[in-house]
């Protein structure tokens, strides 16, 4: 090849040069636009141009390893291998990323090796991928190796580890790593806070919120308030509801992510709030209101017994053509059922069925018949249980039916009830309970005592404080 650079003319091997450079500029500009990258390739592949270029291929290995194949990074590499092509450092990042996103431990083992091989084994950048490749695979004391290993660590080598501890369940591990880190960063308090919020944890996710944001004075990003939205609902807490929003709003990061107002909303509903969630709802500008915004606000007044706002709201979204979902069936049909709107809830749910082409899951089944329940329609109910397809039908449809049963006294109907649930689940005393209950409150008081007894004979787990009032 270099024989044939030094017999071709001067303007030639100009022309070269700007060509590859003109290639390269391309190759960089085009990240992100999938069939702009593979015209290139196919084009840098029939040329044979730039074949011996090491960063002329890197932005296609970076391209395939985000994209959504990653394993074309490796079709690449295969191929640069086979043309004794030489690799860099960003080279083996991005093949590592791919391997991270196929979730490819074999491939990230090979890697390992090559990477030791070829003198990278001091690289953090290099080491970090390979940490993270482990990580994510669940490959958790290679990763703890690899990271012992590093001479040289900086935050993200940290957070990857503490991630792929938190994704695998070791929060505690998380937890220690995290307190050992020289300088916490807020992806770091981030992630902590995500993993005691997914572990129902919300106590230690509050009080690590609490550290980070006003002891420590570290800026939440929208990732962290998105973490600590599900917390605040859980633990009812509104003034650190109002705290985020307020924040939100200074910083900027209300308007600029649809996904902070929507979360807001929905936690100020659950925090009891429903002034504050309807306000929420209010500011979002039209235009940028999507199906979660409208969802969030009919379930927030559904959980509020608000039910004609409810569906009030519901026509609005259908006259500004925002197409429902079954979540926001699920939320209308929750307050029918707590508003004792029947029929609107049953026209609601052949709406769902019939012109949106939804089928129903057993949550809008539940509904249904703790509907029909609550208003003394028990024929209508039972008749809708026995029709639920196998498939979908389960005990937890039967209890409610058998709790409806218990409140307005049917015992006929409860016998039938509990054939269904013990055919089911045959250990759950709060079924046995519940129909001894429903006979002594119409003074069977020897069926009920014989229900007890079969309920000891079977060992069936008892329940304290059973309610269905």
Known sequence: MNLMRMKQPPHLHLHLHLYRRKLVSLLRQHQSRRSAMQQLHSHLIITGACMDVTSSWNPLLRHYSLGIFPQEAFFLFTHLRLHQNSFDSFSFSYLLKACANLQNLQAGLLLHALTLKLGFEFHVYVHTGLLHVYAVCGALPEAKQVFDEMSVRNSVTWNVLISGLVKWGELDLARSLFDEMPVPTVVSWTTIIDGYTRMNQPKQALALFRSMFIDEGIKPTEITLLAIFPTISNLGALEICQLVHTYGEKSGLNALDIRIRNSLLDTYAKCGCIESASRVFGEIAAKIRNLVSWTSIISAFAMHGMAKEALANFERMQKELVKPNRITFLSVLNACSHGGLVEEGLEFFRKMVNEYQISPDVKHYGCLIDMLGRAGRLDEAEKMALEIP?????????????????????????????????????????????????????????????????????NASKVAGLSFV
Request: glycine share 10%; with cysteine; aromatic share 8%.
């Open 390 to 458: 196998n498939e979908v039908v389960n005990v937890v449809i039967w209890r409610t039916l058998l709790g409806a049963c218990s409140f307005h006294g049917d015992v006929e109907m409860g016998a039938r009830v509990i054939r269904k649930t013990l055919e089911m689940e045959r250990k759950y005393g709060g079924d046995y309970v519940l129909l001894s209950n429903i006979f002594a409150g119409v003074g069977r008081y020897s069926d009920a005592e014989r229900v007890r007894r079969l309920m000891d004979e079977r």
